[in-house]
């Protein structure tokens, strides 16, 4: 009698199992997660308990709308920092596009305003062959870029404001027609829902966060890590040239530096709302919760009229708590 021999089953290779998290791990996680929100909600009572002009729905508005170019911006930066790079010159591009429209709308031609919108585009598609082909830091390459773009609004205006006669753009930007909420206010909520699709949508947006949470594992798995880069600079100079619409239409004009205070708050804004310098995390519904924590601190200050000469660094003691209290350490990292 012969025995039969079974074929051997393959081995499977089993993941060994998580070990279960502590208490106090997961407490401080949901912690990490809920506190933007928590600090604005403190923000709001200390501000309702030191003047009654806060809670005002006509407040409220302006808070929106104010934040709202802002909010245009950081959508721009943001999915580059998830990504793991940073784009220093998203004020720079706003200011030169802005500047250039006010330009053209000065010298007989209105309709040609638009034209900002292709030429943020070049200024991010310059940025990202620097980055993505050229093997540049995206730190040092943006830098550059921010310099030359903010020279050569300089020289465009000679270092002066111009207004801007424009009905259409003014129109577009700060007309009412839905809700008592001005125009510029749906301009931001529509990046916002596109951005917030990109990232959480799509192909592409799920490339970004692969390419933030470790760039040469992703470009061994098959990935185009060039050309999403090359993308993603791209976005943010169209955005970018979007925000400089805004600029001008709520300003009325253009004036030197008037896309500076951009730089730093952009990247507060991102990084309050939780998403990592080093990438791979976060995204632009955490941004949104830092953006608006900036407008409601910039308005409150003033609203309880704090001193000008207090207000920034104030502004910067909240930013720096915020970032503390946000970010946890594991997420540092080296911008790339």
């Not at 007989?108 to 305003?113: E, K, M, N, T, W």
């Not at 993505?132 to 730190?139: D, E, R, V």
């Not at 947006?205 to 993603?232: C, F, M, P, Q, T």
């Not at 900036?294 to 909240?318: A, E, H, K, R, S």
Request: proline share 4%; glycine share 12%.
């Amino acid at each position: 009698m012969t025995t039969q021999q079974l074929p051997e089953r393959p081995v499977v290779a089993v993941k060994p199992a998580r070990p279960p998290r502590s208490t106090g791990e997961v407490v401080g996680a949901w912690g990490g997660r809920l506190l933007p929100y928590a600090l604005i909600v403190a923000l709001i009572i200390f501000f309702t308990a030191r003047t009654a002009l806060f809670p005002t729905t006509d407040n409220l508005l302006n808070i929106l709308r104010s934040s709202s170019t802002l909010m245009v911006v950081a959508c721009a930066s943001t999915l580059v920092i998830v990504a793991g790079s940073i784009d220093l010159s998203v004020g720079a591009v706003a200011a030169l596009t802005g500047t250039i429209a006010v330009q053209l709308s000065e010298h007989g031609h209105p309709d040609l305003i638009w034209l900002a919108l292709p030429i943020g585009l070049a200024c991010g598609l310059v940025n990202g062959f620097l980055v993505a082909y050229a093997k540049l830091p995206s730190f040092l390459t943006t830098l550059g870029t921010l310099f030359i773009l903010n020279g050569l609004a300089l020289r465009i205006t000679g270092g002066a404001a111009a207004q801007l006669d424009n009905h259409t753009l003014d129109t577009m930007v700060n007309s009412t027609p839905a809700f008592g909420i001005a125009n510029i206010v749906w301009w931001a909520v529509m990046v916002f829902a596109i951005v917030a699709v990109i990232a959480y949508r799509t192909p592409f947006g799920r490339h970004v966060y692969a390419i933030g949470g470790n760039e040469r594992v992703a470009a061994l798995s098959g990935l185009k890590v060039r050309r999403n880069k090359l993308a993603l600079f791209a976005l943010s100079g169209l955005l970018s040239g979007v925000a400089g619409l805004m600029l001008i239409g709520v300003g009325g004009g253009s004036s030197p530096g008037m896309g500076d205070s951009f730089l730093l708050n952009a990247i507060a804004a991102v990084v309050m709302g939780g998403t990592a310098l080093s990438g791979g995390s976060g995204g632009p519904a955490r941004t949104i919760v830092g953006v608006l924590t900036l407008g409601i601190v910039t308005n409150g200050m003033t609203l309880i009229q704090v001193d000008p000469n207090y207000q920034t660094v104030i502004f910067g003691v909240i930013v720096l708590f915020a970032v503390i209290v946000t970010v946890r350490r594991s997420e540092t990292g080296v911008v790339k």
